[in-house]
């Protein structure tokens, strides 16, 4: 591929020389080639990604720089993603302003690009490079550019949440032009036999979080830092309190309310803890279970109302494609009404963080964690290693599971199948939480397909409640004098269509079902999981 | 990928001009854009200084024994990239009726090019021939420089006409104006009669020096001379036709 762009160190030394070597190697390339140079000249870029590092682990960095040399009716910003890996994109875009969401960029190919890798996140500035830079057009005798370099001496990295500094090495780029091969190939040798270079495949973005320190940005994977043989009250406290960090990282994000992400991220963790809480009964004193359980039950139902306005508003392009273009427009009133009903759900959440109840809650629930734990074990199961316990409890949740799903019948009713899918999502977690534990490959392939199960499921629970809730929806903008006819028009189109796609998830149900419980997985969950007894 | 064909029946109305200016003009505003040289003069690879080398590669591009990309060629520009013309193009059309379902063939060359761009502009060769009809067949919008004078209106009836019995359901027409002399009475009456019609442009190209100069600064129009009354007409002609090229926006996620 010889259309890739290709980085190399340039190394200063510390103590800077009357003439730079980015001076000297601009000044040998000049000779060597028929170059036109611009700069020096102040190059500054803004990288940006998700919270949880979307851009990073799709490979390659993001950033806005300002254009340099700027110039006078030029935009204000170039939005660059640069990769060392083709076929991965290589997109630029002269923007405005620094874009949060990828839906911040004109309709295209970088937009649609953007939006698979972060949606539904936003962007967030994550670290500023600020270096001197010259940039070298070569040409051939015709004057027309074959290959762009740019040229940058020792830079300063800084972190805007912390304004932590570290400081960068020099780096030149080399950026082939398309179907001119020679030039490129002429300016690699000269690269790479200059003595202070040396070619690197990481982009700038790593080298500067190396700099900084910082590990890549990744989720927390639940259960980390299990031991099989730990005794498992204690292992579990030791769970629970990684699940509780969760929560508190995912706590600013839930304030400032524009990444739905974070309030997503938060549920889960809840959702753990409700589940471990749960399953895990013998492991703790019932009368501190009861209290922890009820409150957590109300942070649920808190986040709850904001998360399921959400997913309402996130789907809202999703219901605009299902009906014909023409009367699309005719939804804008409910998306508007969604907005209004989440800001004062939004508000409410952010009241009740600030409350005097939640803050006992996460102080008594960090001291509870955080005590030592009972000797001798209040329970036999208590002091059992956390790998028997684990094993036993995954064991009855897959019974369940099983003794449910084999219940239903073409004739069952909804609520037949929305037990069931309660089963697999307590199934789900326990697999998840305790994953480490066990070997990682039949674990994974079994929540593959129990995940296959769980979102026919999901979508026939969904689709049931998203009618109901449209029709709830319907009511009060009509009491509130917000409905015109079309739009009530509109949502009953929609209504029909998603009544369609119910029917369709039912009728895949079965497949799904007898896929999750093919012979395979049934001796998977045998061999890991079934007690000795 | 958006196709825009640059056409007319006859040469010499800035044709060229037009599709250089205007790829120029998406590659700035972000989309990236190829410009396909399709005209044997070549002007187009000229006005980019770029050298084209197809000479025995046309038989192998049009068969499909080379892809386009290998004849692909960056410009000085940011997202611009040509695909070169020499004059080993004047015999397409030969090549073209060579190949089985001649009409067919270019919309096959270009399919492996449709992730990597967003618009396509081809600078088409003048008169009717099967280059032009393949072109038709699968070009989604076909812009049309005229100049304001009864015998050029007359080959862009003629155009409709023929277009009126050829079955390329996509392809929309839009004419406008170029080298228009406001001193000229004739001129300002076409114009102004032309200007309510709904397969015409607004935007009219003024007649300038300064386009002409195209081929000895060797760059399109709004790099070298953005401030010229020219160059802004450019500028409003693809304003004009940007919200043509994109449709409205699916759902994004």
Known sequence: ?533 | MQLLAVYNLKGGVGKTATAVNLAYLSARDGYRTLLWDLDPQGAASFYFRIKPRIDGKLRHLIRGKITPEALVKGTDFERLDLLPADFSYRHMDLVLNETGKPERRLGRLLRPLAPQYDHLVLDCPPGISLVSESIFGIAGLLLVPLLPTPLSLRTFTQLRQYLKHQPFPDLSVLAFFTMVDRRKRLHREVCTAFLDRDDFLKTTIPYASVVERMGVEQAPLPHYAPRTEAAQAYEALWAELRGRLWKPAGPTT
């Open chain 1, 1 to 533: 591929m010889p259309d890739r762009l290709r980085t190399f160190l340039l190394a200063e030394p510390a103590d800077v020389p009357a003439r730079t070597r980015q001076e000297t190697l601009a000044e040998a390339l000049q000779v060597a080639f028929r170059t036109t140079a611009e700069g020096p000249f102040r190059l500054v870029r803004r990288y940006l990604d998700t919270f949880d590092g979307r851009v990073e682990a799709a490979g390659g960095g993001l950033f806005v720089e300002t254009p340099a040399p700027p110039h006078r009716d030029g935009p204000a910003f170039i939005l660059r993603w640069e990769t060392h890996t083709p076929p991965a994109p290589q997109h630029s875009l002269p923007v405005e302003s620094v874009p949060e969401r990828a839906g911040d960029l004109p309709p295209g190919p970088f937009r649609t690009a953007l939006a698979t890798v972060i949606a539904p996140r936003i962007l967030l500035p994550v670290f500023e490079v600020a270096r001197t830079a010259r940039r070298l057009e070569v040409r051939n005798p015709a004057g027309k550019v074959v290959a762009r370099l740019l040229i940058a001496g020792p830079g300063t990295v800084r972190a805007p949440d912390t304004d932590q500094t570290a400081t960068l090495p020099g780096l030149v780029w080399l950026f082939p032009v398309k179907g001119y091969p020679k030039a490129t190939r002429a300016l690699l040798r000269f690269l790479r036999e200059w003595k202070h270079l040396t070619e690197t495949e990481a982009h700038e973005f790593e080298l500067a979080r190396a700099a900084l320190g910082r590990p890549p940005r990744r989720a927390v994977q639940p259960g980390a830092g299990l031991e099989p043989g730990e005794r498992a009250d204690r292992a579990v406290r030791r769970l629970l309190g990684h699940l509780l960090d969760t929560l508190r990282v995912n706590e600013p994000g839930l304030r400032d309310g524009r990444d739905p992400e974070f309030l997503h991220d938060y549920r889960v963790a809840l959702r753990r803890t409700r589940t471990v809480l749960g399953q895990l009964k013998r492991l703790f004193p019932p009368e501190a279970l009861a209290t922890f359980r009820a409150e957590f039950k109300w942070l649920g139902q808190i986040t709850g109302s904001v998360r399921d306005l959400d997913v309402y508003l996130l789907r809202m392009d999703a219901y605009r494609s299902h009906l014909p273009a023409p009367i699309q427009p005719d939804l804008d009133p409910l998306a508007a009404f969604l907005e209004r009903r989440r800001r004062e759900a939004h508000a409410t959440l952010v009241a009740a963080l600030d409350s005097p109840r939640y803050t006992a809650l996460v102080h008594d629930w960090r001291t509870f964690l955080e005590a030592p734990v009972p000797e001798p074990p209040p329970t036999p199961e208590a002091g059992a290693p956390i790998r028997d316990v684990a094993a036993r409890r995954i064991w009855r949740a897959y019974r369940r599971v099983l003794k449910k799903g084999r219940a239903v019948t073409p004739a069952s009713p909804p609520e037949t199948l929305h037990a069931l899918r309660i089963a697999c999502k307590k199934l789900r977690y326990l697999l998840e939480i305790f994953h480490p534990l066990f070997p990682s490959k039949p674990v994974k392939r079994l929540v593959r397909d129990l995940k296959a199960l769980q979102d026919v499921l999901g979508e026939h629970q969904d689709f049931a409640v998203q009618q109901e809730t449209l029709q709830t929806f319907a009511r009060q903008m009509a009491a509130e004098g917000t409905a015109p006819a079309e739009t009530l028009t509109a949502m009953g189109r929609l209504e029909a269509h998603l009544a369609d796609r119910q029917r369709q998830a039912r009728e895949a149900f079965a497949a799904c079902f007898d896929r999750f419980t093919r012979r395979k997985n049934r001796d998977r969950f045998t061999r890991l999981f079934r007690p000795a007894s």
